[in-house]
């Protein structure tokens, strides 16, 4: 086996760790198999957290997020990379006019893109927008590719959502998963599917050939699942001053994921998967469900009336 196969990441270097701190807690999802549950929140202005850094974060990758690796090796052979960014808004702006009720669960959808790459090192194969591009049978959010070793890789197969309480969050990130596993052709038969049958990107067609193309010497490729659940903190903010109100936040967190570790295990156990890799993130904002939308239309400008 070739030591060779590897794919980039495409996002840009330090996106997360820029604006991201990660928390620390013992908390484990208790599996077999590699696995991550991982705490992070928006660096702290007074008792808010702040969004400015995320909105240029998000500006300058949403190409990278919308793109695949060969139209964005397009747009340079054009010399045309400034419309990468300008016409990807546009096109997150019309998937806004088609379905306006979700477009604030695209925040979820693209952070699930940069912590996946950033943070687990998982090359985005596609995004939420490029699936619904190119399939009506999909459910997830992003596939990504997790590199093991010289002789194994996962398919991470993402799901988000954003929304005020964690339970509902938890329940419709695992109830996509679940569609996910009842579509009549899923997984890696999915993603060979999209690759070789519709897709265009000549740049992922022949790193994929290598992996996911049955011969004698090509790697292991399992299944594997990630999760971006963001909720709101819960803290009454009027009732603790600024430098109690810092010190409470990452203690909620750690609290909130304990509390909430439970209904996560069950539902990994109750879809017979607990012989997978699941990859969890979990975000707090400060009002999840209007947060969500409203930085959305900072990322895309409001230059087209939202």
């Known amino acids: 086996m070739s030591s060779t196969i590897d794919i980039n990441t495409t996002i840009k ?23 991550q549950l991982r705490l992070f929140h928006l660096k702290l202005d007074g008792d ?7 909105y240029k974060c998000l500006r300058k990758n949403i190409g990278q997020y919308v793109y695949s690796r060969t139209r964005i090796a397009k747009f340079k052979e054009e010399d045309d990379e400034v419309s990468i960014g300008l016409e990807a808004m546009q096109l997150i702006n019309e998937q806004r006019i088609k379905n306006p009720d979700s477009f604030g669960n695209m925040l979820g959808e693209i952070l699930l893109y940069a912590f996946f790459e950033e943070k687990l090192g998982a090359p985005k194969i596609f995004s939420k927008i490029e699936l619904d591009s190119l399939t ?9 590719l997790l590199k093991m070793d010289n002789t194994s890789f996962q398919m991470v197969f993402g799901t988000s959502y954003v929304e005020d309480q964690m339970d509902d969050v938890i329940d419709n990130a695992f109830l996509k998963i679940k569609n996910g596993l009842n579509q009549p052709k899923r997984g890696i038969a999915l993603v060979n599917d999209l690759v070789f049958a519709q897709s265009a990107d000549t740049v ?8 996911i193309t049955p011969a004698p010497d090509a790697p292991d490729v399992d299944s594997a699942y990630g999760i971006f659940l963001c909720c709101s903190l ?37 879809l017979g998967l607990s012989g997978r890799s699941f990859y969890i993130y979990v975000v707090p ?8 939308t409203t930085i959305m239309k900072k990322v895309t400008g409001g230059a087209y009336g939202i």
């Open 48 to 54: 808010t957290f702040t969004n400015e850094g995320l």
């Open 136 to 144: 009506s049978e999909s459910f997830y959010d992003g596939i990504h």
């Open 204 to 211: 992922l067609e022949d790193v994929l050939s290598k992996i």
């Open 13 to 35: 270097a330090g996106t997360i760790d820029s604006i991201f701190k990660e928390v620390t807690h013992s908390e484990s999802l208790g599996l077999r198999n590699p696995a």
């Open 234 to 270: 819960g803290l009454d903010k009027t009732k603790y001053s600024v430098a109690e109100y810092k010190k409470l936040v990452e203690q909620k967190m750690v609290s909130n994921i304990h509390n909430y570790l439970p209904r996560i295990k069950k539902y990994i156990d109750d």
């Open 285 to 292: 904002l400060d009002d999840a469900t209007e947060d969500k």
